[in-house]
Every structure is written in structure tokens, then in C-alpha cells.
């Protein structure tokens, strides 16, 4: 139901900006968010929004060089990624989830509902 865009290889420093739209236009959410995993390792929460007000909230690793925002009119969310590290490396998970339910800005995987299919992400050192 979302799909999700924009992976890639980088060098260390460098920036790319992920894509996440609804195969179904007008999906009802609450919030989305982003999680990767890397190779071996759990799925881990980057970064969600809420869809109504915009209000953002990042996991230490991304904060101050991941941006997510979104795009009303595309029902589209983005990751904007700077100063990307190896350490950045994994499958990047799009997910929206339908309700509020735990957390006011959701970031545990039980929270999400709706996921897409990851884009890769590789940084080379």
C-alpha cells in the first residue's frame, strides 16, 4: 500500500532524499515514519510525522542531519538524508499508521499499519 523511493549509493558525506507515497490516494493516516535494518539487525525506528500538523520526532541517530517532511497535495512523505555515514547503510522502510495509539508521534513498529516495500540505502566510505 506505500511505496517507497529515492535509495541509492552515496559516498560518506553525501545526501539523498527517500520518497513514500500511498498506492491508494487518499489513504486515512495518522502519522508515518521511516525504520531501516541493516544486514543482521533489527528493523530500527529513523523518523515519523504526524499528517496533520506536521510535528516531527527523530531517533538520536538522525537528529540533525535526517528531515522528514510531508506533501499534502502528493499524499507523499520524504527523508531528506545529509551528511550520510556508512553506519547509514540498511533497507529504508517507509510506514503510516492509521491512528494515534501509544506514543503522540508514533516510532515503535507495533504502531504502524501500513508498510512499503524499503529502498536501499549504501554509503561507501
Known amino acids: 500500500q506505500l511505496q517507497a523511493s529515492g535509495g541509492g549509493t552515496v559516498q560518506a558525506g553525501g545526501s539523498l532524499r527517500l520518497s513514500c507515497a500511498a498506492a491508494e490516494r487518499r489513504l486515512s493516516t495518522y502519522a508515518w515514519g521511516w525504520f531501516r535494518q541493516a544486514p543482521g539487525k533489527e528493523r530500527d525506528f529513523v523518523a515519523a510525522?504526524?499528517?496533520?500538523?506536521?510535528?516531527?520526532y527523530y531517533a538520536d541517530s538522525a537528529k540533525g542531519r535526517f528531515t522528514i517532511s510531508r506533501d499534502g497535495a502528493e499524499d507523499t512523505v520524504h527523508l531528506q538524508m545529509n551528511s550520510l555515514k556508512p553506519e547509514d547503510t540498511a533497507v529504508y522502510y517507509c510506514?503510516?499508521?492509521?491512528?494515534?495509539?501509544?506514543?503522540?508521534?508514533?516510532?515503535?513498529?507495533?504502531?504502524?499499519?501500513?508498510w512499503g516495500q524499503g529502498t536501499q540505502v549504501t554509503v561507501s566510505s
Open positions: 510506514a503510516a499508521a492509521a491512528k494515534q495509539t501509544v506514543y503522540t508521534i508514533p516510532r515503535t513498529r507495533n504502531e504502524f499499519d501500513y
Open positions: 510525522i504526524t499528517w496533520r500538523n506536521g510535528r516531527p
